[in-house]
Nanobody, 122 residues
């Protein structure tokens, strides 16, 4: 289990930026491909971005490409999501989790953190 604690969300206007953090407690954190997910209001949770164990490669859901950047610091056991040019459709609760393999969009663990709320006003 990763046991993530997400933070950094808030209310921002269209075009604004936020930086999310996900602190994990797992000793094996650096062994996992990590990802950010989000759950828009009234919708199912969806994949947003993933990052290789080493931090050297990333992949994104199409709607956030060029606007969001995922990164990680294995020494701090933390994953980040820099979100720029935010749009109202980016609104939702953001979560992090490991994924099943490189390039996967499926969460590895059934347990989730509390998430962090991102609200983008128009």
């Amino acid at each position: 289990q990763v046991q993530p604690v997400e933070s950094g969300g808030g209310l921002v206007q269209t075009g604004g930026s936020l930086r999310l953090s996900c602190a994990a407690s797992a000793r094996t954190f650096s062994y996992y491909v990590m990802a950010w997910f989000r759950q828009p209001p009234g919708k199912e949770r969806e994949f947003v971005a993933g990052i290789h164990e080493s931090g050297g490669s990333t992949y994104y859901e199409d709607s956030v490409k060029g606007r969001f950047t995922i990164s990680r610091d294995n020494a701090k056991k933390t994953v980040y999501l820099q979100m720029n040019s935010l749009k109202p459709e980016d609104t939702g609760v953001y979560y992090c989790n490991a994924v099943t393999s490189w390039g996967s969009r499926w969460p590895k663990f059934a347990s989730w953190g509390q998430g962090t709320q991102v609200t983008v006003s128009s």
